[in-house]
């Protein structure tokens, strides 16, 4: 397995931390997009992100990790399974240059307008059971800093993210506050000492830099932060790139644009192209295949975001 999240326990039961490295999940994000660096970085930053947080979920579902604002970047979004499956996409509003030097802010804030917003999505809803979404002022000059202010305003555990992307990895770390439970193999410990052992953990991974956590295994990188420690380690979780999308799908997306507009695509270019928004895989409706989605009885199917062509 060569992506990798991986989870350890401070010995005392009240922090968490992980780490994920991602190379070839990475890289299949990105094949097919010719994304220029900026988006290379932030992309990667939320794509580190999602499986950093999905992992802490306890639910069959999905989490979507989305930033959309009113700049040249008008969305990124990160979808990742309850099994560390994941997709992402960018959408860049026409006619906007990406510069080599924006950060979050100036590429998807520069009115104000921009939202962080997460969304839990069961994967079997049971009968009354709603899609959480959470939206937050997109806050912090960075993926890290966002996500730290929406979990602050969520009132959730105190957490720190560390994230960091290139062309070739795309990586973090997390390290969170856990409460305290109780049980039979639990350590009796007092606020102060549960205080002084998250203060140390933050003390010692703001030492971290950017460089570091992309060149670095994560076992080299735990040791390094952490080796004065006694760390509880738990299993490997593999991390893999998954997108479903499938021609049913896009059929079903086709269908519900209407047959007087898919027609209208038709009559004007030939046939009708649709690609897939996550994983950029063509797909191509002749007027055969066209006058096939509107005949009765056509079987539906679920969605995928598509961009028609």
């Known amino acids: 397995m060569t992506d990798q999240l991986k989870k350890y326990l401070l010995e ?20 097919n997009h010719d994304y220029p660096p900026a988006i290379t970085h932030l992309l990667g930053e939320l794509v580190a992100a999602s499986t950093l947080l999905a992992a802490n979920i ?12 009113d700049g040249p970047i008008a969305l990124l979004v990160v979808e990742c399974r309850s099994d560390l499956s994941l997709r992402a996409t960018v959408k860049v509003r026409e006619g906007h240059e990406i510069p080599a030097e924006g950060n979050m802010q100036s590429l998807l804030n520069p009115g104000g307008n921009g939202r962080f917003i ?10 009354g059971q709603q899609t959480y979404q959470g939206i937050v002022p997109l806050e912090g000059d960075t993926v890290a800093e966002a996500l730290q202010h929406y979990m602050k305003a969520s009132e959730q555990l105190d957490t720190r993210l560390w994230l960091a992307a290139d062309a070739e990895h795309a990586a973090g770390m997390l390290i969170q506050r856990l409460p305290h439970h109780g049980g039979s193999d639990a350590p009796i410990l007092s606020e102060q000492a549960a ?15 950017q460089d570091e956590l992309l060149a670095t295994d994560i076992d080299t990188l735990i040791h390094r932060l952490y080796w004065e420690e006694t760390l509880v380690a738990f299993d490997p979780q ?3 790139w998954h997108c479903p999308c499938t021609r049913e799908r896009v059929a079903s997306m086709l269908r519900s644009l209407g047959e007087d507009e ?18 950029g895989k063509p797909y191509a409706f002749d007027a055969v295949d066209c006058a096939a989605l509107f005949t009765p009885n056509s079987p539906p199917s679920g969605e995928v975001p598509p961009t028609v062509h």
């Not at 205080?195 to 830099?209: F, H, Y």
């Open 238 to 240: 593999p991390v893999r």
């Open 118 to 127: 997460v969304v839990l999505d069961p994967q079997r809803k049971v009968p």
């Open 58 to 69: 306890k639910f069959d579902g999905s989490l979507v990790l989305q930033i959309q604002g």
């Open 262 to 279: 898919v027609n209208d695509i038709l009559a004007e270019r030939g046939q009708v192209d649709v690609s897939c928004d996550f994983c």
């Open 195 to 209: 205080t002084e052992t998250w203060d140390r953990a933050v003390a010692l991974a703001t030492t971290l830099k």
């Open 12 to 31: 005392d039961r009240s922090v968490r931390v992980q780490a994920v490295r991602l190379t070839d999940t990475w890289k299949a994000v990105q094949a």
